[in-house]
């Protein structure tokens, strides 16, 4: 058996989507409690110093490229195998099964993975891009900020700045919607899919699944919101 | 329940042959009794065609006592139809109201081909079990039943497994037509035996392989296999044949 035949087999796909989409639940939790801090009503000091931190030191910045790495394998996996699934019934139902065996966005996957990745072309435009990539592609200047004599990047007001426009706002809440329900399907399946068949913890991470598929998106739609209402 | 008769629409998938293409006829039957079985309907509405010579509607049986798994019928948007837990063969018209409309199609995946009318190929999942879903032993006196200790949960999550009949309903549910529940009970009621243990490894890895060259899909634990499943094979035998198989394919030595 060779790691191109385990990898390429139709549980080996699977093994590469429930890894990767793990290691990318892991970076949701670093991304949500790092933004919390725009919450710590310092007029973004934190938050600056905080997304500094995750620019400008290395440990962060070659975690990045491992997580660039999994973002890829996920979503060219993911296109792979919803097209080949796909491709295993030629002719359709007359009647179709539908919610009756399980739940939509169990079997909408594809196209709740394609609408977050529509989201995310956005959200690394307005934020990423401007500040490590200098210049390239940014729609305001992004401006800087002197904490203690040292300069940051004010991504705080960057933050302020985006979100004036009512139709960003929407579009970042139909993200994080749309990243609820990837979640509610993929956080337990993931965990399926890596073998853990024991009832006690399947019961156990379906809970902690939906927990947390409500808890995280709803935290990522609240920044937004609170930028748009200024309530910081 | 009270007996009622009542006279149905039935909205049947015919098809000559594997390489014409089908389509629905509609037929109606009448004085259908309610303590009927579904088949027996169906036999009913064959005579009909026969005598009105027409080609009757070909489609699987056997037992018809719910066991062996022949039949198929993929009715009203659900295989084996509207009862859980349920064969085609034993499902009577009492699910049914006068009037109604019913549409009755074959298995749908590309790895069930459509032989004629409801009846499918299913000679694939005979080739998975070919490939390794089964013991090795030599023949000679039985052994006596008490000389390999079992643990009572494993011999009865193993049986839960080995009640799979092989009618291939998870398939015909699955969006993606993926044989995973099926396979999955093939590899766990082996794997949970210490009878199981010597070919665990070349098992899963072999079969899955086979699985694969059929042309069935991959698994995306949306569970409908598992809520059409006539003998209520369990989803959570898909997730053990994943550990086995992530276990087997790290540890394999070729």
Redesign the interface.
């Given at each position: 058996m060779t790691w191109k035949q385990v990898f390429t087999s139709s549980i080996g796909k699977k093994l590469v989507m429930g890894f990767t989409g793990i290691f990318l639940i892991l970076f949701l939790i670093v991304h949500v409690g790092l933004n919390a801090t725009i919450w710590a009503n310092d007029d973004g000091e934190m938050f600056n110093k905080a997304a500094h931190f995750m620019g400008a030191t290395v440990v962060p910045r070659v975690l990045e490229v491992g997580l660039f790495l999994g973002f890829f394998l996920h979503i060219i996996q993911g296109f792979m195998l919803t097209a080949q699934n796909k491709s295993k019934r030629p002719v359709g139902y007359a009647v179709d099964y539908g919610n009756n065996g399980s739940k939509w966005y169990s079997r909408s996957m594809g196209i709740l993975g394609t609408l977050v990745l529509l989201f995310l072309i956005m959200h690394i435009y307005h934020f990423w891009t401007p500040s490590r990539l200098g210049g390239w592609f940014q729609i305001h200047e992004l401006t800087t900020v002197t904490y203690n004599g040292q300069e940051y990047h004010n991504l705080f007001n960057e933050m302020k700045m985006v979100f004036t426009n009512p139709l960003i706002v929407v579009l970042y809440i139909l993200g994080c919607l749309s990243l609820a329900y990837h979640l509610a399907h993929g956080f337990q399946s993931a965990f399926r899919t890596l073998g853990v068949h024991n009832k006690r913890y399947n019961n156990m991470l379906t809970g902690i699944g939906y927990g947390f598929s409500i808890i995280v998106p709803l935290a990522f739609a609240m920044m937004p919101v609170s930028f748009y209402f200024n309530w910081i | 329940m009270e007996h009622y008769s009542m006279n149905l629409n039935l909205?049947v998938w015919r098809q000559k042959n594997n390489s014409e293409k089908g389509g629905?006829k509609m037929y109606r039957v009448e004085n259908i009794s309610s303590e009927m079985s579904f088949l027996e309907m169906f036999d009913v509405l064959n005579e009909q065609l026969v005598h009105g010579g027409e080609e009757p509607i070909a489609f699987d049986h056997d037992c018809r006592e719910g066991i062996c798994g022949t039949c198929s019928m993929?009715i009203?948007?659900?295989?084996h139809g509207p009862w859980q837990a349920n064969t085609t063969c034993q499902l009577h018209m009492r699910a049914f109201k006068d009037g109604d409309t019913i549409?009755v199609?074959p298995w749908?995946?590309?790895?069930f081909p459509v032989i004629k009318d409801l009846m499918v190929d299913r000679s694939a999942f005979d080739r998975i079990i070919q490939a390794g879903g089964y013991i090795s032993v030599n023949t000679g006196n039985a052994v006596d039943g008490n000389a390999i200790p079992i643990a009572k949960d494993k011999a009865d999550a193993s049986f839960a497994a080995a009640m799979c009949i092989g009618c291939g309903a998870c398939v015909a549910?699955c969006?993606?037509?993926?044989a995973?529940l099926f396979l999955s009970a093939k590899v766990s009621h082996l794997a949970l035996l210490p009878q199981g243990e010597p070919e665990r490894k070349s098992r899963v890895?072999d079969m899955?392989?086979q699985?694969?060259k059929e042309?069935?899909?991959?698994?995306?634990?949306?569970?409908?296999?598992e809520?059409?499943c006539p003998k209520e094979i369990s989803?959570?035998?898909?997730?053990?044949?994943?550990?086995?198989?992530?276990?087997a394919?790290?540890t394999?030595n070729?």
């Open positions: - | 909205k629905f993929y009203n948007g659900k295989p549409v199609e749908r995946a590309g790895a549910a969006k993606n037509s993926s995973m890895l899955v392989a699985m694969d042309g069935f899909g991959a698994c995306t634990n949306t569970g409908a296999c809520a059409t989803l959570s035998n898909i997730a053990r044949l994943n550990q086995e198989y992530l276990v394919s790290l394999a070729k």
